[in-house]
């Protein structure tokens, strides 16, 4: 009976550590070790391009089978930190905040490594587009017939003084100043370059905008800064903050 007895414990030792060494091969844990890697880009946005005037914005997405991850702008050199979580269901998505974006095209690449000996990789990739023009961004449309949205300055008066852009050199506003008055009927006008972030509205002396400069945000943003000059040349250095409405003024 000894021997049956010492037979039957040792191999509930060998199944013990039979499944002991099947668990810890199978990788675990909340970042899905042991598998092959993968990583994928989903914002800003899934396509392959971006486009915006900001020199930052924050890029992310899903991961699996991976704790670290590499992101580096490949157009300047520079790299960047990416911070990486899983939940309770073992789903994995990254971050992390990409700066110091130049003109024109940022190819970033993001490169996920596996969890053993980092010898396996996965790799996705996004263009941040900086535009030569930034103020080319914020225009609503190509003309006042197309268009189906507009700009209202969430730091005015009342914050209801709106103004749309157009690509034909038009645009209309409200009238009023936006620094002291509710805004008021909306008019046309006509609007010409200042410089690449910067627009002059022209021949419209009640239009709640006379100027605005300093320029960056985008349409796919729906959102934009500026420093504005309302009626009688008012103005702040402070940058306004322009959000994107649907319809039209």
Same mark, same amino acid.
């Given at each position: 009976? $000894?021997?049956?007895?010492? &037979?039957?414990? $040792?191999?509930?030792?060998? =199944? *013990?550590?039979?499944?002991?060494? &099947?668990?810890?091969? !199978?990788?675990?844990?909340?970042? /899905?070790?042991?598998?092959?890697?993968?990583?994928?880009? @989903? #914002?800003? +946005?899934?396509?392959?391009?971006?486009?915006? +005037?900001?020199?930052? *914005?924050?890029?992310?997405?899903?991961?699996?089978?991976? /704790? +670290? *991850?590499?992101?580096?702008? +490949?157009?300047?050199?520079?790299?960047?930190?990416?911070?990486?979580?899983?939940?309770?269901? #073992?789903?994995?998505?990254? &971050?992390?905040? *990409?700066?110091?974006? =130049?003109?024109?095209?940022?190819?970033?690449?993001?490169?996920?490594?596996? #969890?053993?000996?980092?010898? =396996?990789?996965?790799?996705?990739?996004?263009?941040? $587009?900086?535009?030569?023009?930034?103020?080319? @961004?914020?225009? #609503?449309?190509?003309?006042?017939?197309?268009?189906?949205?507009?700009?209202?300055?969430?730091?005015?008066?009342?914050?209801?003084?709106?103004?749309?852009?157009?690509?034909?050199?038009?645009?209309?506003?409200?009238?009023?100043?936006?620094?002291?008055?509710?805004?008021?009927?909306? =008019?046309?006008?006509?609007?010409?370059?200042?410089?690449?972030?910067?627009?002059?509205?022209?021949? !419209?002396?009640? !239009?709640?905008?006379?100027?605005?400069?300093?320029?960056?945000?985008? %349409?796919?943003?729906?959102?934009?800064?500026?420093?504005?000059?309302?009626?009688? /040349?008012?103005?702040?250095?402070? %940058?306004?903050?322009?959000? %994107?409405?649907?319809?039209?003024?």
């Amino acid at each position: 009976m $000894r021997l049956v007895s010492g &037979f039957i414990t $040792r191999v509930q030792h060998i =199944v *013990v550590l039979t499944l002991f060494l &099947f668990v810890a091969a !199978c990788g675990g844990g909340g970042d /899905g070790g042991g598998t092959t890697p993968s990583i994928t880009i @989903l #914002n800003p +946005t899934s396509s392959f391009i971006y486009e915006t +005037t900001s020199t930052g *914005v924050r890029i992310g997405g899903r991961i699996s089978g991976s /704790g +670290t *991850v590499d992101v580096v702008n +490949t157009t300047t050199g520079n790299s960047h930190t990416a911070y990486v979580t899983y939940n309770a269901d #073992n789903i994995g998505s990254w &971050f992390a905040d *990409v700066t110091g974006l =130049v003109p024109g095209d940022n190819l970033i690449t993001v490169t996920a490594y596996d #969890n053993n000996d980092h010898s =396996v990789t996965a790799v996705d990739s996004i263009t941040i $587009r900086r535009p030569l023009q930034p103020l080319s @961004l914020i225009i #609503n449309a190509a003309d006042s017939a197309s268009a189906t949205n507009y700009w209202t300055d969430m730091h005015s008066f009342n914050a209801s003084h709106s103004i749309a852009i157009f690509a034909d050199g038009t645009g209309i506003s409200t009238t009023g100043n936006v620094l002291s008055e509710d805004a008021g009927a909306t =008019v046309t006008f006509t609007w010409s370059i200042l410089g690449p972030d910067a627009i002059q509205i022209n021949n !419209c002396p009640t !239009c709640s905008f006379q100027q605005i400069t300093r320029i960056s945000g985008s %349409l796919g943003e729906q959102q934009f800064l500026g420093q504005v000059e309302t009626v009688n /040349g008012d103005g702040e250095i402070a %940058l306004h903050a322009f959000f %994107l409405n649907p319809g039209t003024l």
